[in-house]
C-alpha cells in the first residue's frame, strides 16, 4: 500500500511540470505559432527560479522570477517569428541553443546551493487518509495550480469568446484578419502565455522537485512537452491524461532500477525518449482522414496593408 | 507610429550577400555589452574570441579540427533543410556513429587487425548513423510522426547508449574505472596530417564533402530536386518529384555524414570512446547550416567561425575567467541574428504614420 501511495505521489510530481509547459505550449500551437523553444524557456525558468528563490528565501518569488524569465525569453521568440516573420522552426530552436547557454550562466553561481523546497499542503485528518490523503491533499502548490490551469485552459479556449478568436486564428489567420481581428497581437499573446509556463515549469523543478540547481537539469522535459500537445491531438483533456502517462513512464524506469531488474539503467532512463517516438508514431498513424492539428501552424503570417 | 513588415517584389540579392556578415557584426555589439554586464573588458575579452586564435599555428590547426564535424555535420542539415525536412537529431547520429565505429576499434583491440581497421570503421560509421536518422524519417513518411521531435528523442537514447557501453562491457579494464575505452590501436586511428600536429585526415575528407555537396546542389537533377520541393512544394509535385523519397534520402544522407564525424572525431582528436565526445556539435552544425545560409561553400566559411568561437571561448576561459557558457549564448544570439537579417531578403520595414506611409528601405 505504501510503495503504490510513494508511486502515485512521485508520479505526480514528475508529471506537473510536463504538464505545465505542454499547456502553455497548446495555447500557443492554437494560436497557429509552432514555439520549439519550450526547452530553452523551461531551463532559463528553472536558473531564474532558483535564482529568485535563493536570493529573497521565498518559493513564490522564485516560482515569479521564473515566469517572468519565460515570458521574456517568449518575447524574443515573437519578436523574431511574428514581428519578423523568421521560419519558426528554426526561431525555436535558436531559443532552446539560447536558453541552455543564459541558464549556464545565470545559475553558475548557484551550482552546489541548496534550497528547502515547496511547502506540502497538510490538512490534519484528511491529509492523513492512507492512500488518497496525501495523494489529495498533501500536495504542493505548483500540482494544484497545474490542474487549476489546464482546466482554466480549456474553459478559455471553448467556453470564451476570446478563447474562439484564438482558435480562429490558429485555423486560417487569413479569414481572422479579414474579420478584423489582430492576429499578430493574438499570437504575440498566446506565445507570451507558453513561455510564462514553460517558465514556471522550468522553476518547478529547482523549487518542488530536487532542491538545487544543475545545469541542463530539465533534462528534455521541453521536448516531451511538445511532443505531449501532439499526443493530445491539440485537446486540453487529453494533454492530462499524456501528461500523467509520461510521468509514469518516468517515474516506473526509475523504480525498477530501484528493485534491481537486471536492464540496465541506461536502457530504462531512455525509455521515455522511446516512449515518446512510439507514441507520436501511433498517434499519427491513428489519425487518418486528415490532421486535428490547427491549420495554420507554424506558418507565418505577414498582413497585406 | 508603427514599423511594419511589407513584403519585398522581388528577393534582395544585396541583402542576401550582406546579411551573415550584418548578423555577425550585431552579435559582436551583443557580446561586447553582455562582457561589460559580465564585468570583464569587453576589448579584450573580442580579442581573446576572435583574434588571439588566428595568431598561432597550434590554435589554427584546433579551429580546422573543431570545424571538420561542423562542416560535415552542417552539409548534411542543409541538404534536409533545403528540401524542408527538419533533422534536429545530428547530435544523436554523430554518437551513434562515434559507437558504431568504435565497435570495431574496441573488438579489434590487441589483435594483429591490418591497414582494413580505420576503413571499417569509417564505413561502419556512416552505415549507423545514416540507419539512425532512417528512424525519425521513415516514421515522418509512413506515418506522419513529427521527425523533428523523434530525431530529438533519438539524441537522448544514443547519449545513454553510448554511456552504458563505456560504463558497461566496453570499460578499459586499466582505465581506473574511469568510463571509457581504452586508447584506440594505431591501424584504429585517423592518421595525422603534420607529424606531432593537431591536424588530421577528417578536414581533408571535410573538404571532399563540401566540393560533393556543391556539384550535388549545383550540378545534379537530384540537388535541383532537393531544392524545387523545399522552395516550391506545389511545383515539384506537379513536375512528378517524390518529396517523400527525399525525406527519405536526405535524412540518410544527413545521418550518414553526422555519423562519419563521429568516428572521425573519436578515432581523431579523441582517441577513444567516452561520454561528452560532442559539445554539441550536432546543434551547433545547426547554426553552420544557417549562417552558410545552406549553401555549401558558405557552411565551410560558417564552420570555421564558429570553430572559432569554441577555440575563442576556450581561450578567454582560460585567460579572462569567462564562463564557457558565453559561448553557447554567442552561438544562439548570432542564429537569432542570422534568421532575423534573412527575414530582410524577402521583406522590408515600413514605418506608418497615422494615415501616411512612409517607406523606408532596410539596407
Known sequence: MELVEAIILSVLAASTPLLIAATGELVTERSGVLNLGVEGMMIVGAACGFGGAWLTGSIFIGALSGIIAGTLMSLIFALMALGL?????????????????LSGLIGAGFVGERLTPAAQLHIPGLTDVPLIGRVLFGQDAFVYFSIALIIGVWWFLYRTRAGLILRACGDNHVSAHALGYPVLRIRTLAVMFGGACAGLAGAYLPLAYTPFFIPGMTAGRGWIALALVVFASWRPGRLVIGAYLFGAVTILQLHAQGWGVGIPSQFMSALPYLATVVVLVLLSRARTGGSTAPAALGTAFVPDR | MQLVLEKRTERSNTIALVSPLIAIGLTIVTMTILFAILGKNPLLALHAYFIAPLTDGYSLQEIAVKATPLVMIAIGLALCYLANAWNIGAEG???????????IAVKTQGTDAGAWVLPAMLVLAAAAGALYALIPAICKVKFGASEILTSLMLVYVADLLLDYLVRGPWRDPNGFNFPTTAEFDPVATVPLLIEGG?????????????????ILLGRTIKGFEIR???????????????ANQLVILTFAVSGALAGLAGIIEVAGPVGHLQPGISPGYGFTAIIVAFLGRLNPLGILIAGLFLALTFIGGEQAQIAMKIPLDVTKVFQGILLFYVLACDSLILYRFKLVLANRQVTRGAG
Open chain 1, 85 to 101: 516573420a523568421v521560419n519558426q522552426v528554426a526561431t525555436g530552436l535558436a531559443l532552446t541553443i539560447l536558453g541552455i547557454g
Open chain 2, 93 to 103: 547520429q554523430f554518437l551513434i556513429g562515434a559507437v558504431a565505429g568504435s565497435w
Open chain 2, 198 to 214: 593537431r591536424l588530421h585526415l577528417g578536414s581533408i575528407i571535410a573538404l571532399l564533402v563540401v566540393a560533393a555537396a556543391a
Open chain 2, 228 to 242: 524545387v520541393v523545399g522552395a516550391a512544394p506545389r511545383a515539384a509535385r506537379f513536375g512528378g518529384f517524390n
